[in-house]
Each structure stands twice: as C-alpha cells, then as structure tokens.
C-alpha cells in the first residue's frame, strides 16, 4: 500500500506546485484520492508529475465541504465516468444530488468499512466557527495496523484515532491537525505526517524525531 502526498503548502521537489490544501493518493486494493486541494490544475500537474492520471483513480473520498478540499473536485470529475465519490453525511444535499447524476455518491454517517481493509471514521461533528462541521477521515488495514488519513482533522485528533481504533491498532497518522497540540495522544504512533494546515508541525517534528516526518507534494511512503 502507498501513500502519496500530491496537493499540499510545501513541495519536496522543484517540479511540484505547492498550494493552499490538500490531497493524497493511496494506491490499494481500490486506488484512492483523498481530497482534491482547491486547484484542479495543479492537482492534476503534480499527480502527472508522479505518475498517476485521472483514469488511475477508482474512488474518491472527500474529508469535508471546505473550498481547500473540494476545489479540484470538478476537474478531477470532469474527465470521468462511473467513479464512485465518498461524502461525510454533512456534505450539501444539492451538491450530494448534483454529483450524483453523473457519478456513484455514498453517503456516511456512522463509523465503517469502505471497502476491504478500508474504513471512515463517520461524520464526526464538532463546532467550527460558530457553525456545525463534519468531517471523515479514513484508515487502512496494514500489516503493522491502521494508517489513519485526515483532512484537517477538526472534530480533533483524539475524536478521529478514538474511531479509527474501533477497527484495529492505529500505527500512523498522514494529514493535518489543524490547532491540535495535545501531542501526547501521538506517543506510540510508529510514523506521524503532520500535512497542509497543522499549526504546530514545528513542535511535532522536534518531539518525535525518528517517528514525524517532513513533509510536502511529492512525499510518499509504502507500507
């Protein structure tokens, strides 16, 4: 299984485009993109640049409805047919229904599996400037245990692993972490890729060396 890091703030490689969002491509029994950064052009650049093309994506999972997230999502879509589109319970209904005519929409509420090894954490809802927000995040079965993939992790970081432990052992953690920074609930994880929005990347990567790892587009790692 692999994990690729092809929308993100910072770049590895001078041929990559660094820009405000994010997205993963997870390379599994199902070839997963995990949100779209908010470009679709540069999303689609940077996956050519490492070697994937639209037509390599069989699902897309979506963490939540914030424009850094989805922006690309018309351009990735634009190109495909069929594709099956992975939503958190909280996502507009209109654009839910407007998806949902060209393309698979599956809608999740509770905690489950996605597919074979693959599971959401459900729409878990916290307050966000006032208003409600949900938000999913998605684990994969590896043979050292899950690898958890977040968005911006808003409803928190211990509410997401608390989930994803429902399925298994959490061994690593890939995405942002927004204003987390209770950074003991980190101890144990074998890896820690602290993406696009964590506000205190610098202190994650100084506590736990060895285990937190730079990262930017163009980072990828198999498990």
């Not at 997230?69 to 839910?96: A, Y």
């Not at 809802?125 to 995040?137: A, I, N, R, T, Y």
Request: one cysteine or more; a negative charge; aromatic letters at 8%.
């Amino acid at each position: 299984m692999k994990y690729t890091i092809v929308y993100d703030n910072e770049t590895l490689r001078e041929d990559l485009t660094p820009a405000w969002g994010f997205a993963c491509f997870i390379e599994a029994e199902k070839n997963i993109l995990f949100d779209t950064g908010w470009d679709g052009n540069i999303l689609l650049s940077n996956m050519k640049k490492l070697g994937y093309m639209p037509s390599d994506i069989d699902v897309v999972v979506l963490s939540h409805q914030h424009w850094d997230h989805i922006g690309g999502l018309p351009t990735v879509l634009s190109g495909l047919k069929d594709i099956e589109v992975v939503v958190p319970k909280s996502f507009s209904k209109n654009l839910v229904k407007d998806m949902s005519r060209k393309n698979s929409v599956r809608v999740v509420d509770e905690p489950k599996g996605l597919f074979d090894g693959v599971y959401s954490t459900g729409n878990l809802v916290c307050d966000f400037k006032g208003m409600s927000l949900g938000e999913q995040s998605i684990a994969f079965r590896t043979s050292k245990g899950l690898v958890v993939v977040t968005g911006c992790s808003h409803p928190g970081v211990e509410q997401i692993l608390e989930s994803a432990s429902s399925f298994g052992k959490v061994c690593g953690l890939i995405g942002g972490l927004h204003g987390f920074d209770k950074l003991g609930v980190l101890e144990g994880l074998e890896f820690i890729v602290p993406t696009h929005c964590t506000q205190h990347k610098k202190k994650i990567l100084e506590r736990f060396v060895g285990n937190a790892e730079e990262c930017g587009v163009g980072w990828e790692k198999t498990i």
